[in-house]
């Protein structure tokens, strides 16, 4: 693999960048593999990378059935904060937000990993509640967060109306590491690095089928080709039902709309993150100017990568009433993605009733903050055939047995 | 953005009037019933990417629940009856298989 | 200073000129101007810098497509960044400077990264900024934020407020040029309600820009004519200044109106308006945009559209050069040489890329065949051509057409595919239009005047005749079919310096061109490896090209290697008017208590619960902060007595013969054996088995109950209720309906509640504790035949009533209840003291529960009947929510008393650290307890019940407190009850 760095970028100036190659190589698939992963998103990325780096697993090919990244992972918005109430969450976002620390260095990347300061808003006396005890839950399990007052988040945050007319700003749950990436680096630093250890990335590659032999995985179909593996994980969030189908079995899962939006970009005039729950709402501004906008989800099962428009209209008049100066401003583009939503709002990484199949999903609007962690402890799963202390609490048996994760405690909406 | 027609007071109104509630058809199975079907009813709900049959209640108007079939791909609306039916009505099955001729059937 | 460039005809009004200012400077146009034609009219080519390597740009289209011309726009706080001059309608007093640099618009100091743009590679970012990685936070980021964006914010509120609408309509005709003009006459002509919305201030779409001739009279003369007889038809609205932005599932649509953007001041009117378009029908007819071709320097300030030179020339009568070349693919680029010819300005030379054309029909107008523009030159604009033949032409502007793009952006917004089309180097739209959506004109790929026309009239007929109306005869007006041949040409071969490709921000063709050779060849690893099409302009002018670049890099057909997709909204929109509607206390109304005026009068300091606001204390003189106020309230309750508005709680009426079993189905515990004229606590779970809501609910007749939810459900208490009732038990003969508001209820509380109570219920209600026993509840009469329900219910612990009446008497009643009670020294109390009295009493709210929280955590396990079904029952059982060491509600007091205990504390045992593993629970409430004179906490904590008389610390990490906690009874006060029973 060629190295990046400014010298690197001298030289090729000099001729034209004539001198590049792939960031990541184009292969054929093989007609088998060690492992295959399904779904080359943040997730299925980054737990191809841990099993290269951490477990020496490299005969690995991950399936893409459209173009790398372009699911939830260029969908979101870009939020990676780590502040959650309850252990296990807090434990394996925490690991993710602090591998993003240094991730750039470590996949010579920049994902422009940019650790400005999540706040979460407090504007109902029930979210001062709520926040408090989530810092002081934080406390207990390492995760470096405070309770702010409303004087300073006014200092972090100059553009914001704290004691607007119907819901001041009665403090916030405030991360100073927490904070944004750019979302589709984060994908392509991880191909760069998987390809460069030998892995093959495949892409416009769907998957159509699932093989087992006496309950045990044997291999896909594809649009390719057929392609044999002893270990398989679907990591293909907004589809994991569909993966699971073809496996046989049900997930805990139902598909719903996410939206977002981002307006034309202008000089900076905010340094933080916001999310505001009470009102549905979070902002932030991306390195390039634009203002980042997100809402909740929609309530009803939706595929169609779009939500409903009074909702967006909805999370937009909130934001105004705590931003008023952006009402001037443009709206550029609007999207929506598939989030998988499950019965507690937590993640999914787990065994299956098929062996040697492995299944990461359910991440609702949360996973890209997720993604090193997630795909840390998946590759853990996978290497090892049991879960790790990381992915313990996140099983699938945890339904049946009655053992929520459930974060709505401290949030309205979690993202 | 859903249009949807309520079915009891027949007043067709925007999503904005409705409340979303699930799968619908579940049978809610008492004490004694195996876990697993009290698991099922509860968690591993249908989750197609195609026709769907869901539970709405007409929120800001009647306030009744009544049954939708609707496409989750297209948002496209088959039709609306009435929740107190085990399975949904001949003509709205009819007129999905006119329009899906592969879909495999709501059961 | 006098419009140096303005040449006469054209559609603006000369007998009404304006005066505005560019960057400080004054200038003068006219009504129907444009900002950028009056710009051009008064010889002003540089308009701004372009994103990344800040280079001089000019105007370079006559609409929504503009990638370079983008203002500041006002002053003040109305302040607009990024605003269109193109798109921006001239009024008087017009402010507009330039943004995005430092220094003036002319020598900007930024532009200093033009010269490190061979080391600015596309995406050259993910490659550095990585060491030393400190750097990358303290250095390289505040660098690279400190040069982002574009305009800038006024940084103060909008001034302007915007609305929202809503319309219906047969058909919704988008874009009034002649294939729509026509559709809205044929099918308005037909009786059709027609709604016809055109982005413009002027309808006629290209119309108003070429010199054509429709039905035997000027273009722009025949659409005038066409709106004159629209706006006379009853069924038709005619909508200027509305872009339709969006196309939403069932035939909806979502358009923009532009109310007073073109006036000084809005004074008072709404700046914009929203409207939501409830459609069955739409006919799509917004024509198609023109494109560039990528050559050396092509974003030199007077580089302009061919389509757009004619536009400024035909309509706003000013002309962009005085010396123009004009270099074309296609036959209609020779349309802007013959305009020009027409309106006498000098021709320099028009250079054709293509070699099979038709002969030139200038002779005297100098030709190139088979060649193309190389390079430009000219510092701060355009002064030189040349060309790959290697001739110098000097030119003050430069009439590119690449050929034209259908404008199919809503086909789109539901999943729509666009289909290539080769002979018009293309996408059309695809098959899978929005339901009920057909598209004429130029958006279908239809380039030639006739064609738009007929089209038009056919789309017309046809949504009449879809709607059952007898549609007219085609009746289309006359007008030529000009040839409209292309030869596809993308980048010129040859060419020298940088092309570019997408202008705004800085894309170039080598920039596509590495971006193939990384590996980023999907058209969205394009998009979003080089930033193409991104900017504001959304890439109108520039997805094409790019796509076609990667194209040619592949050795790819275009359709092999893309499409071009689109989603909402078709231009930016501006925030406020997506968030039209109730602002500032109105944006989320509160609902106010029957007592509120009274309380409000006594100086009550309130809180929101549920959206009610809701007293939280009631300050007497003297009283300086809210704990002296709750303490007193509190004490003054269990000594004497208290008064509460309870109205806030969810009541739900529940009648009907299975009423009983109704109740049976949704508590946990029974109620069918509960007596009349008794009242019995209830436990509500969710079907998964954790605790869901808790209540009284009162047995008032035979098949008459009424149930009680906490404030903050009891909408959606009533809405589970139902779904039992309609969908769970259709068979049960029972009835809900909710009653919260219909009732005022007040708490009566303490010792001497009976005493108070006595003086207002009417004579002959005996309500002494052997006839109205605690949990006793009944229907009667007070302050002299008023309708009530007493309930004698606690949640203080004290002796202790609630009383319902009609909630138009509530504010008589919570006067005349502290009248009767001022013998007894009767304080009103607020949600602060009831706070303290319930955790006094351990009675679990939400701070308890949590959603997370069991019966068998509360200790209420026992309250899960056995012998019935019930919502939640069985999953309540499941193996981990009633394994041993679940957590349990207790009290816990500290053991050195003068301590103060915080909610949200973790208990660690002695000598432990203060860990994650060591997590023995956590403190949900606390309250300093004035019955008992210290502290008193609830938590969960594991094995709570067997460990009563133990000592384990209260750790709190944020206000950094270690405090020894004994665990007790969560029931402080009167453990037994006498209270409450005497």
């Excluded at chain 1, 000089?267 to 980042?292: F, L, R």
């Excluded at chain 3, 290209?206 to 066409?226: D, K, P, Y």
């Excluded at chain 3, 067997?946 to 944020?958: C, M, N, P, S, Y």
Aim: glycine fraction near 12%; charged fraction near 20%.
């Amino acid at each position: 693999m060629r190295r990046y760095s400014v010298f690197a970028i001298a030289r090729e100036a000099l001729r034209h960048h004539q001198g590049w190659g792939r960031a990541w190589r184009a292969p054929e698939p093989k007609s088998r593999y060690d492992v295959i992963i399904v779904g080359a998103g943040g997730h299925g990325l980054a737990t191809a990378y841990y099993l290269g780096k951490n477990h020496g697993i490299r005969n690995v090919a991950i399936l893409e059935k459209g173009w790398l990244g372009g699911g939830n992972t260029g969908r979101n918005t870009t939020i990676i904060r780590s502040n959650y109430l309850q252990d296990p969450s807090a434990a394996l976002y925490e690991k993710a937000r602090s591998l993003y620390e240094s991730l750039s260095q470590e996949l010579n990347y920049n994902i422009m990993f940019s650790p400005r300061g999540v706040m979460m808003l407090a504007q109902t006396e029930h979210e001062v509640r709520g926040y408090r005890r989530t810092a002081r839950a934080n406390a207990l399990q390492g995760v470096e967060t405070e309770f702010i007052g409303p004087q300073r988040v006014k200092e972090l945050c100059p553009i914001m109306n704290v004691s607007g007319p119907r819901y001041p700003v009665l403090g916030a749950l405030w991360q100073p590491r927490g904070g944004t990436a750019r979302h589709d680096a984060v994908a392509w630093g991880y191909a760069r690095a998987c390809s460069d250890m030998g892995m093959d990335i495949v892409q416009k590659c769907e998957v159509t089928g699932i093989r087992t032999e006496r309950g045990r995985v044997a291999g896909v179909e594809t649009t390719q080709g057929a392609i044999d593996c002893d270990k398989l994980a679907i990591a293909v969030a907004g589809h994991s039902g569909r993966l699971a189908d073809m496996a046989g079995f049900r997930l805990p899962i139902e598909s719903v709309a996410l939206q977002a939006l981002v307006s034309e970009p202008i000089k900076p005039c905010m340094d933080v993150v916001v999310m505001a729950n009470t009102v549905h709402g979070y902002m932030s501004q991306s390195d390039k100017g634009e203002m980042v906008i997100g809402g909740g989800t929609d309530g009803f099962n939706n595929y169609t990568q779009r939500g409903s428009f009074h909702h967006i209209e909805e999370t937009v008049r909130a934001l105004i009433e705590t931003f008023p100066m952006i009402s001037r401003l443009r709206m550029l583009r609007q999207w929506g993605g598939i989030v998988d939503v499950t019965g507690d709002r937590s993640p999914i990484i787990t065994t299956t009733p098929v062996q040697n199949l492995f299944m990461n999903a359910g991440w609702g609007t949360g996973g890209f903050k997720a993604i090193p962690g997630s795909g840390w402890a998946m590759a853990e799963l996978m290497a090892k055939g049991e879960p790790g202390p990381l992915a313990a609490a996140f099983g699938l048996d945890r339904f049946a047995e009655g053992r929520f994760i459930d974060e709505s405690v401290a949030a309205g909406v979690a993202h | 953005m859903l249009m949807l027609e309520c079915p009891c007071c027949g007043v067709k109104g925007e999503e904005t009037e409705f409340t979303p509630g699930g799968e619908a058809h579940l049978k809610r199975h008492g004490p004694g019933a195996p876990d697993d079907d009290f698991e099922g009813y509860l968690f591993r709900r249908k989750n197609p990417a195609g026709v769907h049959f869901e539970r709405w209640r007409h929120a800001n108007g009647c306030g009744k629940w009544f049954h939708v079939a609707r496409c989750t791909v297209t948002l496209e609306v088959f039709g609306t009856y009435p929740a107190q039916t085990t399975s949904p009505p001949a003509d709205i099955l009819r007129r999905i298989r006119k329009k899906r001729p592969d879909w495999e059937g709501w059961r | 200073m006098t419009g140096t460039n303005r040449i006469p005809g054209g559609l603006i009004d000369r007998d009404k000129p304006l005066g505005f200012t560019f960057n400080g400077r004054a200038f003068q146009g006219f009504a129907g101007d444009t900002l950028a034609s009056a710009l051009i009219a008064n010889g002003q080519r540089l308009i701004g810098r372009s994103f990344k390597y800040h280079r001089p740009r000019g105007i370079f289209t006559a609409g929504p497509e503009e990638p370079n011309a983008l203002v500041e726009l006002r002053t003040g706080a109305s302040q607009e960044p990024n605003t269109r001059a193109t798109t921006t309608e001239l009024f008087e007093g017009l402010n507009a400077r330039s943004q995005n640099h430092r220094g003036s618009l002319k020598y900007d100091i930024m532009a200093v990264n033009d010269l490190f743009a061979r080391f600015l590679s596309a995406g050259f970012y993910y490659k550095t900024f990585m060491w030393p990685k400190s750097f990358w936070e303290r250095v390289y980021e505040p660098i690279i934020r400190a040069s982002a964006g574009l305009g800038r914010l006024s940084m103060q509120a909008d001034p302007d407020h915007y609305d929202k609408g809503f319309l219906h309509c047969d058909v919704l005709i988008i874009g009034a040029g002649p294939a729509g003009l026509q559709a809205a006459l044929s099918a308005g002509r037909a009786g059709v309600r027609v709604i016809l919305a055109d982005e413009d201030f002027r309808m006629g779409g290209r119309l108003n820009a070429e010199r054509c001739e429709v039905a035997g009279t000027g273009g722009a003369t025949w659409a005038a004519a066409a709106v004159a007889e629209l706006e006379s038809m009853g069924n038709v609205r005619l909508m200027t200044r509305t872009t339709v932005y969006g196309v939403f599932d069932h035939g909806i649509y979502g358009a923009l109106e532009r109310n007073t953007d073109h006036l000084p001041d809005a004074a008072g009117a709404p700046r914009q308006t929203l409207w939501r378009i409830y459609a069955g029908r739409s006919v799509l007819a917004t024509g198609a945009t023109e494109r560039s071709v990528a050559f050396g320097n092509n974003d030199r300030p007077g580089v302009m559209l061919a389509g757009a030179v004619r536009a400024y020339v035909n309509r706003y009568g000013a002309t962009p050069g005085r010396r123009v070349a004009v270099f074309t693919n296609n036959d209609d680029g020779w349309r802007t040489a013959r305009d020009l010819r027409a309106h006498g300005i000098e021709i320099a030379a028009v250079i054709d890329s293509r070699t099979d054309t038709a002969p030139n029909p200038f002779p005297e107008v100098k030709t190139l065949f088979g060649e193309a523009v190389a390079e430009t030159c000219g510092r701060g604009g355009l002064r030189e051509i040349i060309t790959t033949g290697g001739k110098r032409i000097s030119a003050d502007c430069l009439a590119v057409s690449g050929g034209w793009t259908p404008n199919l952006h809503l086909t789109c917004h539901l999943g729509g595919k666009p289909v290539w089309r080769d002979d018009l180097a293309a996408f059309v739209p695809g098959n899978a239009l929005p339901p009920g959506m057909r598209v004429a004109g130029a958006a279908a790929g239809q380039m030639t005047l006739a064609r738009c026309l007929q089209e038009g009239d056919a789309a017309g007929r046809a949504v009449a005749e879809d709607l059952g109306r007898a549609a007219p005869a085609a009746n289309v007006p006359k007008a030529t079919d000009e040839p409209a041949g292309i030869t596809a040409l993308w980048q010129v071969k040859g060419a020298r310096g940088r092309c570019w490709v997408d202008l705004q921000n800085d894309v170039t063709t080598k920039d596509i061109t590495l971006s193939h050779r990384e590996g980023f060849r999907s058209v969205e690893h394009l998009k979003r490896y080089t930033t193409l099409g991104m900017a504001t302009d959304q890439g109108k002018t520039s997805n094409l090209p790019g796509l076609a670049l990667m194209a040619e890099a592949s050795g790819k057909t275009i359709p092999e290697t893309g499409t071009t997709t689109f989603r909402p909204p078709y231009v930016p929109v501006a925030i406020g008017a997506f968030g039209a509607g109730a602002k500032g206390a109105g944006f989320k109304p509160v609902r106010l208590t029957p007592s509120h005026e009274w309380a409000r009068d006594r100086g009550a300091v309130f809180t929101e619960a549920g959206q009610w606001l809701r007293a939280q204390w009631y300050p007497q003189p003297g009283e300086t902060d809210w704990r002296t106020s709750a303490n007193r309230e509190a004490q003054t309750t269990r000594n004497a007595v208290g008064i509460c508005d309870v109205t806030t709680l969810g009541k739900i009426d529940i009648k009907g013969r299975d009423a009983a079993a109704f109740l049976n189905l949704v508590y946990t515990n029974g109620f069918a054996k509960l007596p009349v004229g008794k009242v019995r606590y209830g436990l509500m779970l969710r079907e998964d088995g954790i605790v869901y809501d808790d209540g009284t609910t009162s047995r008032l007749g035979e098949n008459h109950f009424v149930m009680t939810t906490t404030t903050a459900n009891a909408g959606l208490v009533y809405q589970r209720l139902e779904f039992a009732r309609q969908c769970l038990a259709a068979h049960l003969d029972v009835h809900l309906i909710s009653v919260t508001d219909g009732w005022a209820q007040f708490a009566v509380a303490g010792p001497e509640s009976r005493a108070l109570l006595q003086k207002i219920v009417d004579a002959g209600h005996d309500i002494s504790n052997a006839a109205f026993p605690y949990m006793a509840c009944g229907e009667m009469t007070v302050c002299g035949g008023i309708r009530a329900r007493l309930f004698r219910i606690s949640f203080s612990g004290e002796l202790a009533y609630e009383i319902a009446v009609p909630a138009r008497y509530g504010d008589s009643m919570i006067r005349a209840l502290i009248a009767a009670g001022e013998p007894f020294g009767v304080a009103p109390y607020g949600t602060e003291a009831l706070g303290i009295m319930r955790i006094e009493k351990g009675h679990p709210v939400a701070a308890e529960l949590t959603g997370q929280t069991t019966a068998r955590m509360l200790g209420m396990a026992r309250m899960v009947s056995d012998k019935k079904d019930c919502i939640g029952n069985v999953l309540s059982r499941r193996p981990e929510m009633t394994a041993p060491g679940q957590p349990r509600l207790m009290g816990f007091r500290p053991v050195d008393r003068a301590q103060m205990l915080t909610a949200g504390a973790h208990f660690i045992a002695r000598g432990a650290e203060a860990v994650t593993e060591n997590d023995q629970g956590w403190m949900t409430s606390v309250a300093w307890s004035p019955a008992l004179g210290h502290s008193v906490g609830l938590g969960f904590i594991a094995r709570g019940e067997d460990r009563i008389g133990e000592v384990v610390r209260a750790w709190d990490g944020l206000r950094k407190t270690d405090i020894e906690v004994e665990i007790v009874s969560a029931h402080f006060v009167d453990p037994e009850g006498e209270r409450l029973r005497a």
